[in-house]
Nanobody, 115 residues
Framework: VQLEESGGGLVQPGGSLRLSCAAS????????MGWYRQAPGKERELVAS???????NYADSVKDRFNISRDNAKNTVYLQMNSLRPENTAVYYC??????????WGKGTLVTVYS
């Protein structure tokens, strides 16, 4: 299984970005997909996740500004990020949690919010 992320980049505070993550390969069954992020000097933290059934979970710091969605037919997850802040600068990693086995991770996409 491979996860291909896209959509990172440079944005000014208050701006928006949309991240995408497409999973390819043999996937028997998926429990959830989502995003973690890691800022410089900090630990990796959960940003948002979504189950196959549509259940969503967000970090408290983003729940009013970010929206996670998923296209089950395409095994693709999206993260719409609005009202971005400098503290949102990080490498964002896509993950796939299969019902059986270890998680899969993308290589990460850099989001930089600068003023």
């Amino acid at each position: 299984v491979q996860l291909e992320e896209s959509g990172g980049g440079l944005v000014q505070p208050g701006g928006s970005l949309r991240l995408s993550c497409a999973a390819s390969g043999t996937i028997s069954s998926i429990n959830a997909m989502g995003w973690y992020r890691q800022a410089p000097g900090k630990e990796r933290e959960l940003v948002a996740s979504i189950t196959t059934g549509g259940g969503r979970n967000y970090a408290d710091s983003v729940k009013d500004r970010f929206n996670i969605s998923r296209d089950n037919a395409k095994n693709t997850v999206y993260l719409q990020m609005n009202s971005l802040r400098p503290e949102n600068t990080a490498v964002y990693y896509c993950f796939l949690d299969p019902e059986v086995g270890l998680w899969y991770w993308g290589k990460g996409t850099l989001v930089t919010v600068y003023s």
